[in-house]
């Protein structure tokens, strides 16, 4: 059972370049969100789903496309990158039935 | 929209001391969760509060929850500088979350 497991940790990409952050959960949990957090700021909701083929907007969708074609999986695709892009990315999942969310270990994105 | 806010942002306290970390939202939360983050690590859950009146401890922490007033609190009793780290609370099934409260505790 390895919880929520977010790849790459790091990452350098340059500005206009596209990429995709990894998010992969084992405990069949229904929930899953993306979230940003930037230097000295709290965390930010990208996008999130209540299950397989549903996602929907959080509090800072732009920039930003997600799917979730299996319970697992919940990538994030940043299109063209851009510098306001520069954070660390969260992954996190629960199950419908229970309230605490398990967090993955973070993505740290630079683009330059 | 949910909004959520958390004060003081910053608090500097010495060991031994007590002190509560305020946490306010806008609309109808049902739960409120508190989180722990140490720098450069992820997020580590402490408490959810599901009703009014709720509350909860862990060993020098304790959270409650008055949902008529919209308001969570964190109480830290007798601090250790192992509690420096930084706290949010956190509303909604979505998980909006305040800012934060970056505690530091000195000898």
């Known amino acids: 059972n390895a919880g929520v497991t977010q790849t790459p940790k790091f990452q350098v990409l340059k500005t206009g370049q596209s990429m995709t952050l990894q998010c992969a959960q084992d405990?069949?949990?229904?929930?899953m969100s993306w979230y940003r957090q930037d230097p000295g700021m709290g965390l930010r909701l990208i996008h999130y789903?209540?299950?397989?083929?549903?996602?929907d907007q959080g509090e800072v969708p732009n920039g930003y496309n997600v799917s979730r074609s299996t319970t697992e999986d919940f990538p994030l695709r940043l299109l063209s990158a851009a510098p306001s892009q520069t954070s660390v990315y969260f992954c996190a999942s629960r199950s419908t039935g229970a309230y605490g969310y398990t967090f993955g270990s973070g993505t740290r994105l630079t683009v330059v | 929209e949910l909004k959520v806010e958390q004060n003081p942002l910053f608090l500097s306290m010495q060991e031994g001391k007590n002190y509560t970390i305020y946490c306010n939202y806008s609309t109808t939360s049902d739960r409120l969760y508190w989180y722990r983050q140490d720098p450069g690590k992820s997020l580590e859950s402490l408490f959810v509060?599901?009703?009014?009146?709720a509350v909860k401890q862990e060993g020098r922490l304790m959270a409650s929850l008055d949902t008529k007033a919209r308001l969570s609190t964190l109480h830290i009793t007798a601090a250790v500088h192992d509690l420096s780290a930084t706290y949010f609370c956190a509303g909604d099934d979505k998980l909006i979350f305040g800012t934060g409260t970056r505690l530091q505790v000195f000898p």
């Open positions: 789903s209540v299950g397989a083929g549903i996602t």
């Open positions: 405990m069949n949990h229904e929930y």
């Open positions: 509060l599901l009703s009014n009146g």
